[in-house]
């Protein structure tokens, strides 16, 4: 029901959804292309209610609308290139910075290029899923505490630079922004 009010509210009602949730502890939620949302149980019972059940959906529609994967596709593509064009033309180096340069370029471009990129796609899908929960009916400010709460709890371990995700402590804060800009309740 929920996801359907956040799909409504998305214009894609048109193209075919499915909805799965899967037997797993673990707090989660994901989309794949296609229009298949992926809910674990986990989630299903950390959401206290059905605005911040909204607020994970909302988030992973929102990847749909801003063509997320297609995106993230052609930077990895990029990136292998990149990378495969500084290892051929460091691979009869003999020591050295060039050396180094081939044998470090994958995992460079990884951490400063699409890290970060990916990061960018998860505030936007924020913001973007934000706007979906309003305009279906659903309170943006209390959808905001499903990621109050996850920061509470203590999240990952994983230093911002090395993760494919902002903290919940970062979210928050460009949401509760967000929220104050848009004038929403």
């Known amino acids: 029901r929920v996801a359907s ?42 959401a206290a209610n059905d605005d911040e059940l909204a607020a994970v959906l909302g988030h992973e529609v929102a990847h749909v609308m801003a063509n997320h994967a297609a995106e993230r596709y052609s930077q990895s593509a990029l990136a292998q290139v990149g990378a495969g064009l500084v290892g051929a033309a460091t691979q009869n180096a003999e020591g050295g910075l060039a050396q180094s340069l081939g044998r470090y370029a994958g995992p460079a471009l990884q951490v400063a290029v699409l890290m970060p990129y990916s ?31 996850m920061a509470a709890r203590g999240g990952s371990n994983t230093p911002a630079i090395l993760s494919t995700h902002p903290s919940d402590a970062a979210r928050v804060q460009q949401l509760d922004a967000y929220i104050a800009a848009r004038g929403y309740s």
Not at 16 to 45: H, I, Q, R
Not at 123 to 141: K, Q
């Open 119 to 149: 990061r960018q796609h998860e505030l936007e899908a924020d913001r973007i899923g934000l706007d979906l929960m309003v305009r279906a009916g659903f309170s943006a400010r209390r959808g905001v505490e499903l990621w109050r709460r």
């Open 5 to 46: 009010q956040i799909v409504g509210a998305s214009g894609l009602a048109g193209q075919a959804w499915e909805y799965a949730v899967f037997e797993d502890a673990s707090v989660n939620a994901f989309v794949l292309p296609g229009g298949k949302v992926g809910v674990t149980t986990g989630m299903m019972a950390f």
